[in-house]
Structures are given as structure tokens and as C-alpha cells.
């Protein structure tokens, strides 16, 4: 892990404006922010095991350029269930930066890594301009930044909290002591078998996995790092989907909970996260005849918990490995 600051930032743009990460190109623009706080139809149920977010946040600096980063609405939702401001939010495939954003909006502090450099700098690039907006705020001028639906999030929690951004591999997050961390908040990549050109991925890279034995061998090495920092009793979220290959299911979430599993996690919850796409009911009916499988319209959100002690293991031993506990 070497930490990247915005001073690095400032130098990167100074000679391109723009990352490439895969084939997709993002330019690094000015953002304007007008508010702080989703409201209305960004704002859904989430009391139940199924989440549905029809309009993806925009508020702040979150934008929906970044092909496969999460809904804001996610990492939010966990941090004001699993944390309290001034705690530490780890987010080790940071993307786009999604979840530092909200850690910072929360009052949280947050650990920001990513194995790509281009995410590294999106990433500060949205840090860069939140820090612009809370720069001009004052505790007159937050209300009308909150928007109407105004949470109990202080100004000074706000302004106070620590975001550190990092270029490394989540196998590796050797600037992170054991059991330092209160929450882990996470959207790793798919596994793709298509295989984009560019540069030389890095080792470790999720979404560039040859195999899906592969890409689960990384995910176990992950799994037990991420257990390594988190401390015990606190929580750690992974979302994930599955994909079709050859035109069949291949059920990547339920080998991710397994691995997870494996590692000594509890299981607390499984939400399933709704995917909304363009296409009409209409049009799907018409497709229905022409093919001879369902679209995937559905993430997979696993909470799990880190035990607190031997204790711990063996009441919640049901939810965890079957062969731990039984002693």
C-alpha cells in the first residue's frame, strides 16, 4: 500500500484530464455540487432484505460515469447502521470512491484502496471537489446544502473526518494494523471472461481473473485479510452478482459467501439488491420467445460479522462454517 495525496492528484491532471480504466474513458472535470444529502425518490426502503434503488444518487460528487460502482444509497445505509462518526470505514476496491464520499458526508474517517492507479486518482478527484464544497460551508450555510431531509449528521463530525486514499491490493493492506477497522464497505469487481486490451493488468486485479478458480483464490486471500484488520464483534458488507456463461447461471455469490464463510465470518445478513434496467415490461415479454434464459436483475449484499470470541462462535455456529463451533 503507498498512500496517494491530492498533491499527487494535482500533478496528474496537470498533464491529462482524463482516466482510462478497461475501455472506458472519464473525464475529470469540475464538479459542481449543490447539495449533500439524497431526498425524495434517492430515498427507499431499506428495512427489509430487499433493497431497491430506482434513482441512483447524485448528490454531492457521486456520479453514475463509473461502470460498476455501487449506489450511494448502499455504503450510506451501512454506516449509519454499523457505525457511529469518528470510526474508521475501510473500503478496499475503492472504484470510483463512493464510499469515501459518504464516510466523509457521515463523520466518518475512511481507508480508501484500490490495486488500479486511474480509480486511485477518480477517486481523489471526487474527494477533491467535496473538500471544495465543505470548504465554503459554515454551520449557517449546511442546512441549505442537507437538503429537505436533513439527517442528524454534525458539521464539526463532518469537517472533521479523515479520509486516507491508497494504491495497493486488498491482499496486501500492510499499513492497516490488526483489528483497527469498525466497518468494511465493499462493491469488488465482477468476474468477466472477457478480456479487455490496454495495459498489463496488475496481479490481484478481480476483474481481470482468467478463471473463476482464480478469481476466487484472490477473493479467499482478501476475505482473510479483510478479517485480519476488522476488529471482532464489527461488521464487514460485500456486494456482489452473479453472471451466465455459455447461457447458464453461474452462482459467483454464493462461492463468495463460502469463501467468506471459510474465513471465520458470521453470516448476519443476506439482502438482495434490485437492478434497474432501461427495458420495459413490453419488451421484455417480446425477448421472452427468443430466448431460453432470464435476465440477472439482482445483487447479492452479505453482511457479515467478525466473533468476538469462542463464545460468540459457538451461538451463532448456524450462521457461520457448519464444521465450526461444535466443540
Request: glycine share 6%; charged share 30%; proline share 4%.
Amino acid at each position: 500500500m503507498r498512500e496517494v495525496t491530492f498533491e499527487e492528484y494535482l500533478r496528474f491532471i496537470e498533464k491529462s484530464n482524463i482516466i482510462r480504466i478497461e475501455d472506458q474513458e472519464i473525464s475529470l472535470e469540475p464538479i459542481h455540487v449543490e447539495r449533500l444529502e439524497p431526498y425524495g425518490e434517492e430515498l427507499t426502503d431499506i428495512s427489509s432484505t430487499v433493497w431497491s434503488f430506482p434513482k441512483r444518487g447524485s448528490w454531492a460528487t457521486h456520479r453514475g460515469d463509473y461502470r460498476g460502482n455501487w449506489a450511494p444509497q448502499i455504503p450510506r445505509a451501512l454506516m449509519l447502521m454499523y457505525t457511529r462518526p469518528g470510526e474508521v470505514v475501510l473500503d478496499p476496491m475503492i472504484g470510483s470512491g463512493t464510499t469515501a464520499i459518504e464516510a466523509k458526508l457521515l463523520g466518518r474517517n475512511c481507508i480508501a484502496v484500490d490495486i488500479n492507479y486511474q480509480a486511485v486518482m477518480l477517486t481523489l478527484h471526487r474527494l477533491y471537489w467535496l473538500e471544495k464544497a465543505l470548504e465554503q460551508l459554515n454551520r449557517g450555510t449546511l442546512e441549505q446544502f442537507m437538503g429537505i431531509s436533513r439527517q442528524s449528521i454534525e458539521y464539526d463530525d463532518m469537517k472533521k473526518a479523515w479520509v486516507k486514499v491508497y494504491h495497493g491490493d486488498a491482499r496486501n493492506l500492510d499499513e492497516i494494523d490488526d483489528g483497527s477497522v469498525d466497518l468494511i464497505a465493499t462493491h469488488p469487481p465482477y468476474f468477466n471472461i472477457i478480456e479487455y486490451s490496454g495495459r498489463k493488468p496488475a496481479e490481484g486485479d478481480l476483474s481481470k481473473a482468467r478463471s473463476l478458480e482464480e478469481y476466487l483464490k484472490w477473493m479467499s486471500d482478501i476475505a482473510e485479510e479483510l478479517y485480519r484488520v476488522l476488529k471482532p464483534g464489527r461488521y464487514c458488507a460485500i456486494l456482489i452478482g452473479d453472471t451466465r456463461i455459455h447461457g447458464h447461471y453461474v452462482p459467483i455469490s454464493h462461492h463468495v459467501l463460502d469463501v467468506f464463510l471459510n474465513a471465520g465470518f458470521i453470516l448476519k445478513e443476506e439482502v438482495i439488491k434490485i437492478q434497474h434496467k432501461m427495458k420495459t415490461t413490453r419488451e421484455l415479454w417480446k425477448k421472452l420467445g427468443r430466448k431460453n434464459f432470464l435476465l440477472i436483475y439482482h445483487e447479492k449484499l452479505f453482511i457479515f460479522r467478525k466473533p468476538k470470541s469462542r463464545v460468540d462462535i459457538a451461538k451463532y455456529r448456524y450462521s457461520m462454517r457448519l464444521d465450526l463451533g461444535k466443540d
